[in-house]
Nanobody, 113 residues
Framework: VYLTESGGGTVQAGGSLRLTCTTS???????????LAWYRQGPDAQREFVAS???????NYADSVKGRFTASRDNARKRGYLQLNNLNPEDTAVYYC?????WGQGTQVTVSS
């Protein structure tokens, strides 16, 4: 099983990015059997929860991103997405996709002021 994040980059404060988590090796029932989550790790910080989405589309967000980030998933394509809007410099971090015990390698998001 592999998870690969893409879509990171450098944007100015107030900008937007869309992250994609592409998976491979999942049996459909296994992919649908767990939440798909996003975490991030900023400079000199611990990895922290950002958002998660269930098979049926129920989402959960960290307070710091509520109203700005939107998590979603495409069960047929076994992919996850994280829409990042109204970004601020405090959102600068490596963003990771997570499914069960599986993690991607991360994608860098940098927000300049």
């Amino acid at each position: 099983v592999y998870l690969t994040e893409s879509g990171g980059g450098t944007v100015q404060a107030g900008g937007s990015l869309r992250l994609t988590c592409t998976t491979s090796g999942f049996i459909t029932s296994v992919f649908n059997g767990d939440n798909l989550a996003w975490y991030r790790q900023g400079p000199d910080a611990q990895r922290e929860f950002v958002a998660s989405v269930t098979r049926t589309g129920i989402t959960n967000y960290a307070d710091s991103v509520k109203g700005r980030f939107t998590a979603s998933r495409d069960n047929a394509r076994k992919r996850g997405y994280l829409q990042l809007n109204n970004l601020n410099p405090e959102d600068t971090a490596v963003y990771y996709c997570n499914h069960g015990s599986n993690w991607g390698q991360g994608t860098q998001v940098t927000v300049s002021s």
